[in-house]
């Protein structure tokens, strides 16, 4: 590591470089300009702002945060510093898009683009004025890192918390529209786009005071946690979920509904995918078969089109569910001595099978080729059909409250410790008497029931399925919000889906960039919380294993004096 | 009768004729050890004996009864029990759930106590450490976990493979002196070794493994006098 005081300037220009460099892409690709008119605070901050902006900020903070305890005042330049580098980097990007057409190669280097890197100002002002904000974020950084942890996480959170209002506005207004003389006084808040500035003000004035004097107060006792007897508290608020999950609908209407079936459909495919790759550890990239399996299955029994006597949804729901176990077990059986790469590649190449067979010419009197199968039925209870996004978020909740519960029954059964075994390691597990076919085949198998479940309620949901809906980016999807979750949490699942699939819905501009931002998310999540965002308890502490293994090793040495002496 | 009996076995990987007609004897009570260099076919016996590899010919035999026909997680259920080379414990699971997974075989709960009761004792280290994730644990309490989580089989034969691999000199001597005190409790153990002083230090007898062969076989204590074993392994002139 270098010193700060051989070169106290490297490490801050580095940090600037890459920052600006990050900024220049995020601008070349688009998003900026994309996201111009998405205000945070109506006619003052744009989400475009956000975007180029924080990658400084960000870069600068973290920066700060490795370097070893500086001075008030080299935290402070070096903080400007690099908010001066990455600002340049920027105005280059400006003055040379000026001057050379980069257009040929760079659509988006536009002058679009330019005006909003330099504020709307011509071009040497504004070119300042970028260079001055910049080191302003740089400095803000500093003014982090040097504030008291209490009053910094205030102003964090403050931020945070005005920049997912700004940005959920619409969600919010249609929401609280329902509301009577509510609604008026939410409606004060927020512009056409965005916050009013005196609202984000006050907004951001309650958030961080409320956080700061939460702060304040004493460190509630935590219990420990043998106690069986759990306080009324938990229980209520587990009820208080459960009587918000189910008020959701009516709240939110049928725009946000759709989405929230969306996110509840990859709940249920993540849970299932979770307990093949992350409790069994067989990584399973076909994932989308089984989902087309059973979205298929649905079809070809409900629809008038290909049946002369069709079913309904609830008779076609155990031959579907039945036809993804046994494609589980068939999937199963050839991969059960493969393992790591070659599993994923056959799994792959299982996956794509599928679809290419829905989609073929040849089955087409069976699947409908690549015309797919219409008119599936709908479920039904008694003679009232669900039929609207809002009614099937019912069926959704209700698949993933079942299979949720199974899941977790299953982490702490005898199969799930049997999974984890053969996930550490498949040799000593078949020594310790583990039959590893048929647990394996289990994996498997439940994997593709709950996808399958999953497939049968999209295909109820569209009265259709299409081959083309089966792509292996449905896989990567579900695998990527397990990743982002947490690899084996139940809990992950839930906040992973709520991330990759909900917010790219919520923020449409995001839906063009979204692989981007899935790349992007999936490398900074290995790097900095590889556990994901809601872990698996079991998972954190290996993870954190560098912590513990200094201590294994303080205990090995130890050990070897302790048993010295003893000699 | 023997305990074990290996008759005659002749294991391949692939074209590889890594065990050429292998022959060996371990009587109830007995430890016995099985010695050699590297790639001798130390391990592929004892995965051949755990039935993990099949022999293309030859038979393994427990108590007269022919394990040829039993599948590697079978064998369990016969009494041979496994410590593996590189201790390969359950590095995600506790020291605890690791001990439980020793016991898959077992029908009865408390019989599962009992012997987790027995290896606590044995080892007081892993009750310290029972729910502590098992890939922080040292090397030497790896060794011990491994070796505890064999021992919750309540296995007749317990086969060891290198157990003093990558350890520490003192912790060496911990193990041997657990596996003598092992045996005393009535467990057979097949060893098997590179460490040749130490291991004919607490076998009864042993065999000595060249190239898929046994050339030699004999008492611990004659062995160890033996000038071709002196010379070859024990690294005296």
Request: charged letters at 15%; proline letters at 4%; glycine letters at 10%.
């Amino acid at each position: 590591m270098d010193s700060p005081s051989s070169s106290p300037w490297k490490q801050p220009l580095q940090a600037g470089v890459i920052a600006g460099a990050v900024s220049v892409l995020l601008s070349l690709v688009g998003m900026v300009a994309t996201f111009k008119d998405r205000f945070i605070i109506s006619g003052v901050f744009s989400m475009g702002q956000v975007i180029f902006l924080a990658p400084i900020l960000l870069m600068a903070y973290s920066l700060l945060r490795r370097t070893a305890p500086q001075s008030r005042q080299q935290v402070i330049l070096s903080g400007l510093f690099t908010g001066l580098v990455g600002g340049v980097v920027l105005a280059a990007l400006v003055v040379i898009g000026k001057n050379v057409d980069l257009q040929a190669m760079f659509v988006n280097s536009s002058p679009i683009l330019h005006n909003i890197l330099t504020f709307n100002q011509p071009l040497v002002p504004g070119l300042l004025i970028l260079i001055a904000i910049c080191m302003v974020m740089g400095v803000l950084a500093s003014g982090i890192v040097l504030l008291p942890q209490r009053v910094a996480t205030a102003i964090i959170q403050g931020v945070s918390w005005i920049l997912l209002i700004g940005l959920m506005r619409d969600l919010i207004i249609t929401v609280t529209s329902r509301w009577g003389p509510l609604a008026g006084l939410v409606r004060l808040f927020f512009a056409n786009s965005g916050l009013k500035p005196l609202g984000a003000i006050l907004l951001f004035a309650l958030i961080a005071g409320l956080n700061y004097w939460r702060s304040g107060r004493p460190a509630p006792v935590v219990k420990p946690a043998q106690t069986k007897e759990r306080p009324l508290i938990y229980y209520a608020k587990w009820i208080g979920l459960g009587v918000l999950l189910l008020l959701l609908p009516p709240i939110l209407g049928i725009f946000f509904s759709d989405i929230l079936d969306t996110v509840f459909m990859y709940i249920l495919m993540g849970i299932g995918l979770n307990i093949v790759v992350g409790f069994a550890g067989l990584l399973d990239l076909g994932y989308v078969a089984f989902f087309a399996i059973g979205a298929y299955t649905m079809g070809v029994l409900t629809s008038p089109e290909l049946n002369a006597d069709p079913m309904t949804y609830w008779q076609a729901l155990p031959f579907a569910m039945i036809a993804c176990v046994v494609s589980g077990m068939i999937l199963g059986l050839p991969v059960l001595k493969m393992r790591g790469d070659y599993l994923a590649i056959v799994t792959l190449g299982f996956g794509e099978i599928v679809r290419l067979l829905a989609l073929s010419d040849w089955l087409r009197p069976w699947f409908g080729g690549s015309q797919g199968i219409q008119l599936i039925a709908q479920p039904t209870i008694g003679n009232f059909v669900l039929n609207t996004q809002q009614e099937l978020y019912y069926l959704f909740l209700l698949g993933v409250g079942i299979v949720a519960f199974i899941a977790w029954r299953l982490r702490d059964s005898r199969m799930g410790r049997t999974w984890m075994a053969l996930r550490e390691d498949e040799d000593v597990a078949i020594a310790m008497g583990i039959n590893h076919v048929a647990t394996k085949l289990m994996a498997f198998a439940t994997g593709a029931l709950f996808s399958g479940i999953a497939g049968t309620i999209f295909a109820a949901k569209l009265q259709s399925v299409y081959p083309h809906s089966m792509n292996f980016l449905v896989s990567i999807n579900v695998l990527s919000l397990i990743i982002i979750g947490g690899m084996g949490s139940i809990p992950g699942v839930f906040v992973g889906s709520l991330v990759l699939m909900g917010s790219p819905e919520l923020l449409r501009e995001f839906a063009e960039y979204r692989y981007l931002v899935y790349g992007a998310l999936l490398v900074v999540m290995m790097l900095t919380r590889p556990e994901g965002l809601w872990p698996d308890a079991r998972r954190r502490l290996e993870l954190h294993e560098e912590e513990l293994e200094k201590e294994a090793q303080e205990l090995a040495d130890a050990e070897s004096a302790a048993t010295e002496t003893t000699k | 009768m023997p305990l074990l009996e290996v008759e005659h076995i002749h294991t391949y990987y692939g074209h590889i004729h890594a065990l050429k007609g292998v022959s060996l004897t371990v009587e109830k009570g007995e430890i016995v050890t099985l010695i050699g260099g590297n790639g001798a076919g130390k391990t592929t016996t004892l995965r051949t004996i755990s039935g993990m590899l099949k022999p293309r010919e030859g038979r393994v035999k427990l108590n007269d009864e022919d394990l040829g026909k039993f599948k590697a997680n079978e064998i369990v259920y016969k009494g041979i029990a496994m410590v593996p080379e590189g201790r390969g414990v359950f590095a995600r699971l506790t020291v605890k759930e690791n001990l439980e997974m020793g016991a898959f075989s077992l029908k009865s709960r408390e019989q599962l106590n009992r012997n987790m009761e027995r290896i606590f004792s044995l080892f007081p280290r892993l009750r310290d450490r029972r729910s502590q994730i098992a890939g922080t644990l040292s090397g030497g309490e790896q060794q011990m976990l491994a070796t505890g989580r064999a021992l919750m089989a309540s296995p007749n034969i317990l086969l060891m493979d290198e157990p003093s691999m990558g350890l520490a000199p003192v912790l060496v001597e911990l193990i041997f002196d657990t596996i003598q005190q092992i045996n005393k409790e009535g467990v057979t153990i097949l060893l098997v070794e590179q460490n040749a002083l130490m291991a004919l230090g607490i076998a009864h007898r042993g065999y000595v493994m060249q190239t898929g062969e046994i050339v030699l076989n004999d008492s611990a204590e004659k062995l160890r006098t033996n000038s071709m074993i002196q010379k070859a392994y024990l690294g005296m002139e």
